[in-house]
């Protein structure tokens, strides 16, 4: 069986919007050494999940900073591994 994960960085940021000013919502801290993102991540692993993509819109540096490459989930391959998705912006997005 092939599949393939997706997740959403900034799917609930306007829950803790104090929280998530400078960053998106799956690098937010959990017990000082893990991030939100860390769990899906581990599930998809756990699953045998091996080609990962996570969806950003905006603030995820550090995001990128904490994946890396993902080595830490074993996701550091050649065919499948880990995918950071940056947002796609249109000439319109801003025109107001």
């Not at 959990?30 to 860390?38: A, E, H, M, W």
């Not at 996701?75 to 000439?91: D, E, F, H, Q, W």
């Amino acid at each position: 069986m092939t599949a393939a994960g997706l997740i959403f960085s900034n799917i609930h940021d306007q829950s803790i919007p104090e929280m998530t000013r400078r960053r998106t919502m799956a690098s937010i801290p959990f017990g000082c050494r893990y991030r939100l993102v860390d769990f899906a991540l581990s599930n998809m692993v756990n699953s045998g999940i091996t080609n990962v993509g996570i969806i950003t819109h905006y603030n995820y540096q550090s995001l990128m900073d904490h994946v890396g490459n993902g080595k830490d989930w074993d996701l550091a391959r050649r065919s499948g591994g880990i995918k950071i998705l940056p947002p796609y912006v249109t000439a319109y997005e801003n025109s107001a």
